[in-house]
């Protein structure tokens, strides 16, 4: 059996379990990521098929762009997912995670996109 990491929004409607080998830590420094977070969007990427979601009604999506589309939990607000709609990959908030990931930031993207009140987070290999 394959670890698995747990993940829930704020007020608990939204869990999702992911592949505790699913991609990540990634931190995207995007312009569209700062407008929809509200700072940097550190997440795990895997595929939609190998999350187990519940509460999946809860989600609210808006069309971010014309590749991929993004969801906030209807009841608290919580920044859930962004999906890579053609690719069928779910890109979890690292925020939601609940308890110890044993994971860290793997890798920067966007990072020339990077507003000037931060420095870059350190990532490992
Ligand atoms: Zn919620
Ligand atoms: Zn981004």
Not at 84 to 102: E, F, H, M, N
Not at 104 to 119: G, M, T
């Amino acid at each position: 059996m394959t670890a698995t990491l747990h993940a829930s929004c704020h007020c608990g409607r939204v869990h999702i379990d992911i592949p505790a080998d699913a991609a990540g830590v990634l931190a995207c420094h995007c312009g569209d990521c700062h407008k929809m977070h509200g700072n940097f969007n550190a997440f795990l990427a895997a595929p939609r098929a190998d999350l187990m979601v519940r509460g999946e009604e809860a989600l609210v999506w808006y069309q971010s762009s014309e590749a991929s589309r993004r969801a906030f939990c209807g009841t608290c607000g919580a920044r859930v997912v962004k999906e890579l709609t053609t690719a069928g990959r779910w890109l979890v908030s690292a925020g939601l995670i609940d308890g110890p990931t044993g994971k860290r930031i793997l890798k920067n993207l966007w990072a020339q996109s990077k507003p000037d009140w931060y420095s870059l987070p350190e990532v490992s290999e």
